[in-house]
């Protein structure tokens, strides 16, 4: 006989992170403003948070900024692109910047939602997320 010994985590409220991972989900279908609530929501509950909990918020911060981050490059790449493309020196910016834009955009977009779906099934068990401050998943 084998005596087993569980140890019982403390009780870490899942129930914030949640609404978080829902308002991030429906982001794209509300011009973005629950994101927005959501990252608010997340940064203020990230200091009084578990040690797993954290870990969401981490998570949840950083994709809302790694995903703007991409925006805001290809964004800035095509606005100085166009202006530069009236000398020709500029069509390789503007090319480039419609590429991120156009082509990464959906792949950006894909990337935020396995990373949203992996976190919530790590929230759903009552996990840390293991690796919140990678840039993949």
Known sequence: MTDTVTVARPHEDRVIPSVIYGLYFIGPFTGFLTTLIGLIIAYAQRGGAGPRMETHYTLLIR????????????????????????????????????IILGVFGPVILVWKYIRLVLGASYLARDEAYPRPMSWLF
């Open 63 to 98: 994709t809302f900024w790694l995903s703007i981050g991409w925006l805001l490059v290809g964004l800035g790449l095509t606005i100085v692109g166009a202006l530069l493309s009236i000398v020709l020196v500029g069509i390789p910016a503007l090319v480039l910047g419609l």
